[in-house]
């Protein structure tokens, strides 16, 4: 970063930066549950990161630092967790839309593979026969469709966790150049 834009960066409120984070957030959590998809974290984690970096930069130590460090920590803590249970919980689809059937898919770490797809019934486990049955590769595509939505959604619960460990890290770590100023500087009033 040039020592212009450092400059420049310095001048600014640190309340612009952390305007800007929290309607990234406000906005991503939206998306999160009415319109997932990757191409938007990607943004996400472009514009919030940028807001992040901005923040850190020109930040000012606060009195109740350590709250902000706790909640954001929390919440990073949150997603974070959310976003394992989407990696490693298995999940399934239902075939029908009364009753239980369910096709059982995997998680996406260990997904089951296209002709080991089979309907069960969704409270017994029982392998549902039918007199026409369903074609397998319909199983394949409606698994392939919901490990595409859980996919995003790790991807977005991890970025949203990022952005928010890092803003508490932020909180509880000091500035260099203000830590520099105060061990000058000792007996001030």
């Not at 305007?19 to 939206?30: Q, R």
């Not at 009195?63 to 959310?82: D, F, M, P, Q, V």
């Not at 995003?152 to 000091?174: K, Y």
Request: charged share 15%; hydrophobic share 45%.
């Amino acid at each position: 970063m040039s020592m212009q834009l450092h400059g420049r960066l310095g001048q600014v409120h640190p309340r612009w930066f952390t305007t800007a984070f929290w309607v990234i957030l406000v906005v991503s959590t939206y998306w999160l549950v009415f319109n997932s998809d990757w191409q938007w974290w990607l943004l996400l984690a472009a514009f919030g990161g940028a807001a992040n970096y901005c923040w850190w930069r020109v930040r000012r130590p606060q009195k109740l630092r350590a709250l902000w460090a706790l909640a954001c920590g929390l919440i990073a803590t949150a997603a974070l967790l959310s976003a394992g249970w989407a990696l490693l919980t298995p999940f399934s689809v239902s075939t029908e839309s009364v009753g239980n059937n369910r096709v059982v898919c995997g998680s996406i770490v260990n997904r089951v593979q296209g002709d080991d797809l089979r309907e069960t019934d969704g409270t017994s486990g029982e392998l549902i026969v039918r007199d026409r049955p369903i074609p397998q590769s319909e199983f394949v595509r409606v698994c392939a469709n919901d490990a595409d939505y859980r996919t995003s959604d790790l991807v977005g619960a991890t970025v949203i966790g990022l952005l928010f460990a890092v803003r508490a890290t932020g909180h509880l770590v000091r500035r260099a150049d203000i830590a520099t100023d105060e061990a000058a500087q000792p007996f001030r009033s």
